[in-house]
């Protein structure tokens, strides 16, 4: 138990958080050719280049940590990774806080919500949400206060906070769905195991059984040597 409990991920959910952590890269890779693309509309690049070095540099930290100590996540590297994200999004806002359109021209803010997905596997579903939820609610209020919401831009302001919700709810209702689908077949087996073919095998107890037939063989054993010795 002592072993078992020692890495953060089990029955297979490691691997659904190297899928996560990997799509989490990819949206990376993505918003950064974004930062690039929208280089020219900074009124200073300083802020927005800072928050992607600290969303690269976070990212890394993290892989490297979990990687080294095993599929666990600590509180101590958890808060760690929630404060590099707040300072990514501090930064991103900084950067475009005077072009007024949080929706068009956030790009690391929005890939904090997918680096949420490293930690996936490794932490609990109401820490996750209320990072995402407390992510949205802060570019909630940078859209109100420096957007100035027409027809033509709500679309991107919608979408830049969905971007930034959905990914961590859809990725814990995966880990939910898929823990329970296993929970379902490993008692299955168990049951199988026990009710169909009950004349070859010990049943649940089977540690518990095999014990006292043992003990049995021992004490008959000694009964009929005298002396207990061969």
Do not use: C
Not at 4 to 27: D, F, N, W
Not at 61 to 87: H, N
Not at 149 to 161: G, V
Not at 162 to 178: C, D, N, Q, S, T
């Amino acid at each position: 138990m002592r072993q078992a409990s020692a890495r953060g991920a089990s029955l297979g959910t490691g691997y659904l958080g190297v899928g996560a952590s990997v799509l989490a890269a990819l949206q990376g890779v993505y918003g950064l050719g974004m930062f690039v693309s929208h280089a020219g509309a900074y009124p200073d690049i300083m802020p927005a280049a800072a928050a992607w070095a600290v969303y690269t540099l976070a990212l890394v930290g993290v892989a490297v940590t979990i990687a080294t100590r095993g599929e666990q996540m600590p509180d101590w590297l958890f808060g760690t990774f929630l404060f590099a994200l707040a300072g990514v999004v501090a930064f991103d806002l900084i950067a475009i806080w005077s072009l007024h359109d949080v929706g068009r021209y956030a790009t690391a803010a929005t890939s904090a919500g997918f680096g949420l997905l490293v930690a996936l596997t490794l932490r609990r579903s109401r820490e996750l949400l209320a990072a995402a939820f407390t992510l949205g609610i802060v570019l909630v209020f940078a859209v109100l206060l420096t957007t100035k919401l027409t027809p033509a831009n709500i679309p991107a302001q919608i979408l830049l906070i969905a971007i930034a919700m959905m990914p961590v709810m859809v990725g814990l209702y995966v880990v939910r769905r898929f823990r329970r689908i296993v929970q379902l077949e490993l008692d299955r087996v168990l049951v199988q195991s026990t009710v169909s073919a009950p004349r070859f095998a010990v049943g649940m107890l089977a540690s518990e059984e095999l014990a006292r037939l043992d003990l049995a063989a021992e004490e008959l054993l000694e009964a009929r040597i005298p002396g207990g010795g061969i």
